[in-house]
């Protein structure tokens, strides 16, 4: 099956260019978007390998996604990255800044 968390049919966004990369295309969806420690900690570590890592994180920081996890980043941590960041931060440059790549 190919199927996209990302895509059209499950949040009505156009498909990004990065998508066809992502990592987690590999594994069940209901992983990333899951509230249980145990499956975010599992998520959380096949981001750490994803070679589109920033892309995801990037977006997510600018479409302020708050449910899933993203570029290794869950709802809460991404809120907190967006509070403390004054508008119009460049997530890209802020991101790898801290040491992110892929
Ligand atoms: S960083 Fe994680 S959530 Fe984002 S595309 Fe890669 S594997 Fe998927």
Redesign the pocket.
């Known amino acids: 099956m190919n199927y996209s ?2 895509g059209a049919g499950l949040l009505g966004w156009a498909e990004m260019s ?2 066809e ?5 590999q ?1 069940d969806p209901e992983m ?1 978007f899951a509230p249980r420690a145990r499956a975010e900690r599992k ?2 570590t ?2 750490v390998k ?4 920033v ?3 990037v977006f ?1 920081l600018q479409a302020k996604v708050e449910f ?5 980043t869950n709802g809460k941590e991404r809120r907190a990255m967006i509070r403390s960041s004054p508008v119009g931060t460049d997530w890209r440059e802020e991101i790898q800044s801290i040491g992110v790549t ?1």
């Open positions: 968390r990302f990065w998508e990369q992502a990592r987690c295309r594994y990333f998520a959380k096949i981001c994803c070679p589109v890592k892309d995801c994180l997510a899933g996890i993203w570029g290794g892929a």
